[in-house]
């Protein structure tokens, strides 16, 4: 009977990861787009963690004056 509930609770509870993925897609499908790319690109090393971190806080960036990307982003 343990191992029945124990089953039970683990597919409810990943339907509902699943279910509540899903409504975040399709609510902020761009936020999803973005955060997705930015995640492959790291681990391509194309862009750094410390990129990351400051076009995620581009703010706290700003008033401390942190360099925002890499001279390569810049487009002239």
Do not use: P
């Amino acid at each position: 009977m343990r191992y029945r509930v124990d089953s039970l609770n683990q597919c409810v509870t990943d339907e509902v990861l699943r279910q509540s993925v899903r409504g975040f897609y399709e609510v902020d499908r761009i936020v999803f787009a973005l955060l997705l790319a930015l995640n492959v690109d790291l681990h391509a090393a194309n862009i750094t963690r410390h990129e990351l971190d400051t076009f995620v806080k581009c703010k706290s960036a700003a008033l401390t004056g942190t360099k925002w990307l890499s001279a390569k982003y810049v487009v002239k």
